[in-house]
């Protein structure tokens, strides 16, 4: 019954932009943080950003800050995240994920271990 689904991935040029959704489900998405992770080909699953449960913490990656942006609707049990400036390297598999109760360190927010649910992922491709 809980999921976690997420929308909004495809293919851009270098420079352009996308936005996410996290959709979730079964249960109260208010009650929880949620992080943004990607993994490409390869290469080590990596925090992307982190959102507190209520919006007031947000935490992104070296790699993508200045560039993206978290947020969330917990009306619409949604979790966003605006992808702007985009780069190749920034081709992945993005996935959404519900931080477990108990958890509430934002000094290092990207610990999968703390994450007891995930979304399928979707599908980022920057390229020219």
């Known amino acids: 019954q809980l999921q976690l689904v997420e929308s909004g991935g495809g293919l851009v040029q270098p420079g352009g932009s996308l936005r996410l959704s996290c959709t979730v489900s079964?249960?109260?998405?208010?009650?929880?943080?949620i992080g943004w992770f990607r993994q490409a080909p390869g290469k080590e699953r990596e925090g992307v950003s982190y959102?507190?449960?209520?919006?007031?913490?947000?935490v992104y990656g070296d790699s993508v800050k200045g560039r993206f942006t978290i947020s969330r609707d917990n009306t619409k049990n949604s979790v966003y995240l605006q992808m702007n400036k985009l780069k190749p390297e920034d081709t992945a598999v993005y996935y959404c994920?519900?931080?477990?109760?108990?958890?509430?360190?934002?000094?290092?927010?990207?610990?999968?271990?703390?994450?007891?649910?995930w979304g399928q992922g979707t599908q980022v491709t920057v390229s020219s």
């Open positions: 994920a519900r931080r477990a109760a108990g958890y509430s360190s934002t000094y290092y927010a990207f610990d999968s271990s703390e994450y007891d649910y």
């Open positions: 079964g249960f109260r998405l208010s009650y929880y943080a």
């Open positions: 959102i507190s449960h209520m919006g007031e913490t947000t």
